[in-house]
């Protein structure tokens, strides 16, 4: 251990942390997404004390653990958390240069073949199951923690291995991101199985479909959107997806599908039935 340096293991209060923020040294820039999750495992009772510590310089200043301090501020829940004083004062240079293990690195590291397809999945579905939606929001927590995600993957194992394997092996034929495969596929398989996996079989193949069917609209538009500059969002293909799988259970033709996100007269997203 450095000269000077000490290392204890606290209890820190919201009043205590909010106290230690006001003597933080100049920092990066303040990730609300990052606090939000932080409060989150906090209000949950999943944080856990991990060894990451808080750290303040030989002058007394807070120079890294902003994130979690304001997270205990928001949860107003008591954490234990390692706490060092007294580095050196140009120390900051030299934190969180490495890489971080994100939600893929850890399903990867459980020996998960699709971790990266079923990480998109996991977040695209906690966000469906709150909001009805696969769009972030800065106005809420649409961005689960490592631990929701984990939890809720081990709620569903088998759905999400299967889901994500699917879309990875039909995002090509299909012009749709496999993550939003997997997502939509599970919705749908929740509405009706047979349909769901017949659904996207066609839209893969485009075969025994009429001009007017919508699974060949939806594919015109894919094909469409991938000879244009302008790409359609992760949202909109959604959007237009679940349309297009309406029209299928209603049996209704169509011509061309469209969404009509913004503007005086906006649509809600759509639902599956």
Do not use: C
């Not at 000490?6 to 006001?22: F, Y």
């Not at 398989?189 to 769901?196: F, I, L, M, N, S």
């Not at 659904?199 to 094909?223: K, Q």
Request: glycine share 8%.
């Amino acid at each position: 251990m450095g000269k000077g340096i000490e290392v204890a293991v606290e209890k820190i209060s919201p009043t205590t942390a909010k106290n230690w923020l006001t003597k933080m040294a100049p920092n990066r820039n303040f990730n609300e997404s990052r606090a939000k999750q932080y409060a989150a495992d906090m209000l949950a009772g999943d944080w856990k004390l991990n060894g990451v510590p808080i750290v303040f310089n030989g002058d007394g200043s807070l120079i890294d653990g902003q994130h979690r301090l304001e997270a205990i501020v928001r949860a107003g829940a008591t954490q234990q958390m390692t706490v060092v004083r007294g580095v050196a004062v140009d120390a900051m240079s030299t934190f969180d240069i490495g890489l971080p293990r994100h939600l893929k690195d850890f399903l990867r590291i459980n020996g998960e073949m699709y971790s990266a397809a079923i990480a998109t999945i996991l977040r695209s579905m906690w966000r469906w199951d709150r909001y009805k939606t696969f769009k972030q929001s800065s106005y809420a927590q649409t961005q689960p923690t490592v631990r929701q995600s984990l939890d809720y993957f081990e709620e569903n194992v088998d759905e999400f291995r299967y889901a994500a394997m699917l879309g990875v092996a039909n995002s090509k034929r299909t012009m749709l991101p496999d993550s939003l495969i997997g997502s939509l596929f599970i919705i749908f398989t929740g509405v009706d199985e047979d349909d769901a996996e017949d659904f996207f079989t066609r839209l893969g193949t485009g075969a025994d479909m009429g001009d007017r069917h919508p699974i060949m609209a939806l594919r015109r538009r894919l094909i469409e959107n991938k000879a244009a500059r302008d790409k359609l969002s992760s949202n909109l293909k959604a959007a237009l997806t679940i349309k297009a799988w309406n029209a299928y259970r209603d049996g209704r033709d169509v011509q061309a599908l469209a969404w009509r996100a913004g503007g005086k007269n906006p649509e809600p997203f759509p639902v599956p039935r």
